[in-house]
């Protein structure tokens, strides 16, 4: 692939559920380094999409390509070892683990999954090191030995994305990142998600407008599976169509 070139293209990608079309001829790109945010009301089609591009719905038409190699029709485990990672709107983690433990997981799995790694006192320390490193400047860092149990949602939220970054992808597709989050707790993510534009592009789905705006370089908006504009924030900011659509209002952009 070109360095220089998108980390992902979409190329007219349609889904179809019987006489409702989810996904409707989307196209867009995400280059290296950016974060680019896909907003658009609930029943737009954004987990639809999403789906997709993670290789869990098999789209009717059109082409993903991930690095420059066409993905559409590879299974998801074969997306993830070429660089994709995801986060998910409600999260999932081992509540029995605490927070190191998670992230060791996370970064034993991006070893290759040998289990024997941690039974050898060298590959304990590299592997201890490198949680160490990702918790750094998170938020976690002091909360290493806590059962993940016992975190606050936003927490839950910032342990799912760095165990994801473990497994250094070239892309993180974060689906609500700031789902459930009080204004301290969005605040931190957002920061949390500035500090990854130089491990990882982005592809963010949010509903929370503030969020997008503090962080996106661009912006789609997705509407009836379509894409009805792609621009910066001020350009979305500024489309007559989106504020008619979507964004709702004047004041909503301000």
């Not at 293209?9 to 380094?33: C, H, M, S």
């Not at 320390?125 to 490198?130: D, F, G, I, L, P």
Request: glycine fraction near 12%; aromatic fraction near 2%; proline fraction near 4%.
């Amino acid at each position: 692939m070109n360095a220089n070139g998108p980390i992902l293209q979409i190329e007219g990608l349609e889904k179809r559920f019987g006489g409702l079309t989810a996904t409707d001829g989307v196209t867009l790109d995400l280059r290296p380094g950016e974060i680019h945010a896909l907003i658009g009301p609930n029943g737009a089609g954004k987990s639809t999409l999403i789906n997709q591009l993670c290789g869990e719905l098999a789209p009717d038409a059109g082409t993903i390509r991930l690095m420059g190699r066409d993905v559409t029709h590879l299974p998801t485990h074969a997306r993830v070892a070429l660089g994709l990672g995801r986060t998910f709107q409600v999260t999932s983690l081992l509540d029995d683990c605490t927070v190191g433990e998670s992230v060791a997981l996370a970064v034993q799995a991006h070893a290759g999954g040998n289990l024997r790694l941690w039974d050898r006192a060298k590959g304990r320390r590299v592997v201890q090191a490198r949680a160490e490193a990702l918790l750094a400047g998170t938020g976690l860092e002091d909360r290493a030995g806590v059962p993940s149990a016992d975190l606050s949602h936003g927490e839950r939220k910032q342990l799912e994305l760095v165990m994801a970054l473990a497994l250094e992808p070239a892309l993180m597709l974060l689906d609500e990142p700031m789902a459930g989050l009080g204004p301290v707790e969005s605040q931190q993510m957002v920061t949390v998600l500035r500090g990854l534009r130089d491990q990882t592009a982005i592809l963010l789905v949010e509903h929370d407008m503030e969020a997008v705006f503090a962080l996106a370089d661009r912006i789609s908006v997705l509407v009836y599976g379509r894409i009805i504009a792609t621009g910066s924030v001020e350009e979305i900011r500024d489309n007559a169509e989106v504020r008619e659509a979507y964004l709702g209002g004047e004041d909503e952009l301000c």
